[in-house]
């Protein structure tokens, strides 16, 4: 699967402009933990870029989010190991997290959500003029932005890595992409 086959899908199947650029900067972040771990970047970026693409479709049922999205990735061409971070990224089904991969998709999943909240509260609403400590300021306040999960960002622990080391990559890593999030 090119990434271009990826993206096409993702937009075949998800009309909200929200909910795709999520995806993207999953991708993003994705694609920098790979190079930080010199793993595979396509398939950790492409990854990201699939994780939701079933959201719409199963209408907010969680028993059946990622389930059909990971059959889905299966279809588009993506490896076992890929479809298994997909599924695994969904809590409702109690699997584990076991290759780095499903560790990296789990805590960049939730990040982007804080990242995006706390540039939408500066008077620029920019990502560019966004710095790495006020998004550590603000994953402290426990009622901003409360549904990126504080617990799941911290996970990056997992991999081996410091939430300020995460944070800055992750940053880094929307900021480059920053037209394409309208940020
Ligand atoms: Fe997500």
Redesign the pocket.
């Known amino acids: 699967m090119t990434r271009e086959e990826a993206l096409d899908s993702v937009k075949d199947n998800v009309e909200s402009k929200n909910l795709v650029k999520?995806?993207l900067a999953?991708e993003a972040i994705m694609r920098t933990l790979a190079r930080r771990f010199s793993e595979d970047e396509e398939e950790w970026g492409l990854t990201g870029l699939l994780?939701?693409i079933d959201v719409e479709l199963t209408e907010g049922d969680m028993n059946s989010h990622s389930k059909l999205g990971s059959d889905l990735a299966r279809e588009l061409g993506a490896s076992e190991t890929m479809a298994h971070a997909i599924l695994c990224?969904n809590e409702a089904h109690d699997v584990p997290l076991e290759t780095n991969l499903d560790k990296a998709l789990f805590c960049a999943?939730p990040l982007t959500g804080l990242i995006i909240a706390a540039a939408l509260v500066r008077p620029d609403k920019k990502l560019a003029t966004l710095e790495a400590g006020s998004v550590r300021k603000r994953f402290k306040e426990k009622g901003f932005a409360a549904g990126a999960d504080r617990q799941q960002i911290a996970q990056c622990s997992e991999l081996g890595l410091e939430l300020d080391e995460f944070i800055k990559l992750g940053l880094k890593a929307m900021q480059k992409i920053a037209a394409d999030l309208g940020l």
Request: aromatic fraction near 0%; avoid cysteine; charge should be negative.
């Open positions: 999520h995806m999953t994780h939701d990224h999943d």
